[in-house]
């Protein structure tokens, strides 16, 4: 990170970058001051960790190749009061991300967010970053102005579900529809059911080939290989009409606290008749036998999963728009 200084310029002689050893404790706090009702909501568990590893102190140093936090902060009086981070899309090397815009409350109106994007955004072009991600709530308008204003434009919308642990469904029986597990030769049909269910403003700003959805050998070493780094297990089914698959759905569960990932895919023409038979199956296994917290991230385009989900108890926390802008050095 502190390579980056040489690469970009601050007028204002506010921003700086991200030092993970000297900002981590002060970012905890900025991001508990602008998040933490969405973060006890969600009963995100990042503040604590963040306070936690801060305690490493001079140790941090040693990690700061590795940090999940990457991106500039705005020092005022010696204080920390703003940060955009960002970070690469995992598979693709043109693509970015911005995961967190955060100024404190007070220190708000006075363009420290619009000159830290900007900074960000130049500093990522210059990295050749071709395409930038952020999400954003939906009802919240000046960030989406302030987002528009740099060229962002919104392709999705999802609702982000959120079941506690306490609350998991009693499902008793098999699935009301039959479904399988996912096969090796599934990869081309599992593409097909993508195209067909996402928007087409998501085809064109995450276009995706016939390669990310292969379940062969390779796909199964790299799943090994995440079981055997993080605890990653991934649970999932389909169901099929006439000999094609028409319905996807998946679990990933984590060793770790953060909650396990819940996504569904059901061609438009068969939509409200697998979403329940998939969500039946993947919560009578349970993966590592256990219960956790889980959040789907289900697009606005598909109601009927949204209404499933909800039926099994998940309650609708935020609803995002996704955005994207496609920037140049």
Request: aromatic share 8%; with cysteine; hydrophobic share 45%.
């Amino acid at each position: 990170m502190l390579a980056q200084s040489a690469q970009w310029s601050d007028a204002d002689g506010h921003i700086r970058p991200f030092q993970l050893h000297r900002d981590l404790d002060d970012l905890a706090t900025l991001i508990e001051a602008a998040f933490g009702s969405e973060l006890r909501e969600a009963h995100s568990h990042i503040v604590r960790d963040m306070r936690q590893m801060a305690l490493m102190g001079p140790l941090l140093l040693a990690a700061a190749a590795v940090a999940p936090f990457t991106g500039f902060v705005w020092i005022e009086d010696g204080r920390l009061v703003g940060n955009v981070s960002y970070g690469r899309e995992s598979g693709g090397v043109a693509a970015c991300s911005i995961s967190n815009v955060a100024v404190l409350p007070e220190f708000r109106g006075r363009g420290v967010a619009s000159r830290l994007l900007d900074v960000t955004l130049e500093h990522l072009a210059r990295r050749a970053c071709r395409r930038v991600f952020l999400e954003v709530r939906a009802d919240n308008e000046p960030a989406k102005s302030l987002y528009r204003k740099r060229g962002f434009v919104v392709y999705n919308t999802v609702h982000e579900q959120f079941l506690s642990s306490y609350s998991w469904p009693v499902i008793a029986g098999p699935p009301s529809r039959p479904v399988r597990r996912v096969r090796a030769r599934d990869g081309a049909d599992l593409y097909r059911l993508y195209l067909s269910n996402a928007p087409r403003a998501v085809l064109r700003a995450r276009p995706l080939a016939a390669e990310d959805f292969g379940r062969g050998l390779g796909w199964r070493l790299r799943r090994l290989g995440r079981y055997l780094t993080t605890g990653e297990r991934r649970d999932e089914w389909v169901g099929e009409a006439e000999g094609q698959v028409v319905a996807f759905g998946s679990m990933a569960a984590f060793a770790s606290r953060r909650p396990w990932e819940l996504d569904l895919m059901v061609a438009p023409e068969h939509r409200g008749a697998w979403e329940r038979p998939l969500l039946e199956a993947l919560f009578a296994r349970r993966p590592l036998g256990l219960m956790a917290d889980v959040r789907a991230t289900t697009p606005a385009s598909h109601p009927e999963a949204i209404d499933a989900l909800a039926s099994l108890g998940f309650k609708t926390q935020r609803v995002l728009d996704q955005m994207v802008v496609d920037v140049s050095p």
